[in-house]
């Protein structure tokens, strides 16, 4: 039976504070696109998928303006379904929101909403994250900077540079974390990362490293006590169809450790992995009680659960489409697997797979057209 035909209708990828559209030719989006087309138009969707140009640490109300505006230049007369990873989400929900004030940008905020249908959320902290403080101020900034880099490389060349994978685990492992932040090793790590890229490409991660340093105004908003307020001051529009996918990463064990075995490179990113995994599940008092979804476990995740960056707890808004063990970046697809040529720079150890991915964006694409159960 051929499905029912579907009006035209445009996909918005939102990516997350670490996130980019593209640089050169690396798409944070790469291996989630072409499956969502694939899947929306196996169910009769003439659709065109888009990814957002967000500025990746800017503030939420000046997110969601962009988000606005790339709806109204690039889907007129179109249905619209954003689908928001991490802080994208939020840039989502806060779309699909009622009496929201942007100002100036006003019209173009409620002609966007106009024709918005659906939203889904994938791995955002809707409830906040402890980790969002650890990249607060000067000391933060520059670790954040830091991180990014270290994705950048890994999605470029598959593995950081030996030396910089040497200076990681050398301020990872330290006594002192707070000193090491605030010393000189993060920009000897930040130079090493860089240095081997080709110069145009060193300058486009420059200008992308730049613009997280300049415009910190999200990560305060992503503190768990900010989440809280917006929850209580924003509600979706009961016209909105809003979906969320809950990430679930294993916490860092030694077996990890010894299955890298003199994997450098490996290490040094696994290490990162536990500090963000470590700095996110710090539980605070307050924290958001994970409700009971029939069929998908949600009441055996613990409070301090999380994916590397966001509580598992904190992912829940609207209906729950699925439930994935795997991390952050694993649902996007950066994840290592036999004959895969993504990389995965956050090596948690979790398993995620190819047969997995497809699952978590069937369920997506089944959501969107309306026909997930």
């Known amino acids: 039976m051929e499905p029912a035909p579907q009006p035209p209708t445009s996909v918005f990828l939102v990516p997350g504070f670490f996130g980019f559209a593209a640089i050169g030719d690396m798409r944070y989006f790469a291996h989630v696109r072409p499956a969502l087309e694939t899947l929306l138009s196996e169910r009769g969707v003439d659709v065109v998928v888009h990814e957002v140009a967000t500025r990746p640490t800017a503030s939420l109300r000046h997110?969601?303006?962009l988000l606005a505006q790339e709806i109204a230049t690039r889907a007129a007369n179109r249905r619209v379904w954003v689908v928001g990873h991490s802080a994208g989400g939020i840039d989502g929900r806060l779309l699909a929101g009622a009496g929201l004030n942007l100002g100036p940008v006003q019209p173009v905020l409620e002609a966007a909403q106009a024709q918005l249908d659906a939203v889904v959320t994938l791995a955002?902290?809707?409830?906040?994250?402890?980790?969002?403080?650890?990249?607060?101020?000067?000391?933060?900034?520059?670790?954040?900077?830091?991180?990014?880099?270290?994705?950048?490389?890994?999605?470029?060349?598959?593995?950081?540079?030996?030396?910089?994978?040497?200076?990681?685990?050398?301020?990872l492992r330290g006594l002192d974390m707070g000193k090491a932040l605030d010393g000189a090793l993060l920009d000897q790590v930040l130079e090493d990362v860089l240095r081997d890229l080709p110069e145009a490409r060193r300058d486009e991660i420059a200008r992308f490293l730049h613009d997280v340093g300049q415009s910190q105004g999200l990560l305060p908003q992503l503190m768990p006590e900010s989440?809280?307020?917006?929850?209580?001051?924003?509600?979706?529009?009961?016209?909105?169809?809003?979906?969320?996918?809950?990430?679930?990463?294993?916490?860092?064990?030694?077996?990890?450790?010894?299955?890298?075995g003199f994997d450098t490179a490996g290490q040094a990113m696994?290490?990162?992995?536990?500090?963000?995994?470590r700095h996110t599940a710090a539980t605070q008092s307050g924290s958001p009680e994970l409700p009971t979804v029939e069929g998908l476990g949600l009441d055996l995740v613990q409070p301090t659960d999380n994916d590397g960056i966001v509580p598992t707890a904190s992912q829940v808004w609207g209906d729950v489409l699925h439930l994935a063990h795997g991390d952050h970046l694993d649902v996007l697809g950066h994840f290592a697997g036999p004959g895969l040529k993504q990389y995965d720079w956050m090596p948690s150890g979790s398993g995620y797979d190819e047969a997995q991915f497809q699952l978590l964006w069937t369920d997506v694409a089944d959501f969107l057209v309306g026909a997930h159960h």
């Open 124 to 171: 955002a902290p809707h409830y906040g994250t402890p980790l969002a403080s650890s990249f607060v101020g000067v000391s933060g900034q520059r670790a954040l900077g830091v991180l990014s880099a270290c994705a950048v490389a890994v999605l470029r060349r598959g593995r950081l540079p030996l030396k910089a994978s040497v200076e990681v685990l050398r301020l």
């Open 227 to 260: 989440m809280d307020l917006l929850s209580m001051s924003v509600q979706t529009r009961p016209d909105v169809r809003a979906a969320s996918v809950l990430v679930q990463a294993n916490a860092p064990r030694l077996g990890t450790v010894l299955d890298l």
């Open 270 to 277: 696994h290490a990162i992995f536990t500090w963000l995994y």
């Open 63 to 65: 997110r969601v303006g």
